[in-house]
């Protein structure tokens, strides 16, 4: 779009999405760019149905220091990601926005997305409301109901992750490479799986939990697989950018 195209939008109704992922390993068959691609597309799809939604460029790096282990993996230092996504924010906000939605696609990040959204909606109350989510979460419940694997087969690089980068971008996907690790999370508090609703949160190097860095079985994915994981994914984040675009911004009393 244009800058005169943007500034002609509708400061009220429009929904403003940021899509955030990473660059890291992806095991021994997946770009290093797949979560950002992944949240870009899903974003770009959802804003779509939903209507009056614009998606940002997305910025392609995010918290990956438990990849760094394997090449091609980058991270930033966590302060370094909260300010950079706090700025693009702001920079939505002082042009009259009012409603910016954070979709991130990957794990790595969601400690971040939490402080974003305290941090930024706090900066912004009155102005303006700030959401964050991951969209695989938002999206657990069905995406659970179309899996083929068993409890930590859908970690990275897996069943889920494999079939919609096969769906989305096939040329990008070595399937010939890939390898299953089902790795030990060590108690019933914790899982490696990517829909398992894990509270406790601890750190794992992956390299110490994987040999390739692939948490679950990429053998069980598919294009057709990755068609419904995206299709669900997709209807998830519409139907809560459509919610979204009806929340009051409150009014600060002074």
Known sequence: MTSPEIGALDREK????????SVEQHGNHMPVGTDTILSHAVS?????????????????????AHHMRFPGS??????????LTGDIVDSVIAHGFKRVLVVNGHGGNAGAIDVLASTLGHRHYGAARIATLTYF?????AIAALRRSEPGGMGHACEFETSLVQHLRPELVKIERAEATYPDPESAY?????????VVRVYHDFADLSPTGTLGDPALASP???EKFFAT????LGEFIADF???QIPEVSK
């Open 14 to 21: 429009t929904v403003v999405i940021l899509p955030i992922g």
């Open 44 to 64: 770009l799809a959802a804003a779509e149905q939903a209507g009056d939604a614009v998606v940002l460029p997305p910025p392609w790096y995010g918290f990956s």
């Open 74 to 83: 980058v991270t930033l230092r966590a302060e370094t990601l909260l300010a």
């Open 137 to 141: 979460a938002l999206a657990r419940d």
């Open 190 to 198: 914790l899982t490696t799986d990517l829909i398992g609703g894990q």
């Open 224 to 226: 057709e697989a990755g």
């Open 233 to 236: 994914s997709v209807k998830a």
């Open 245 to 247: 675009r009806s929340w």
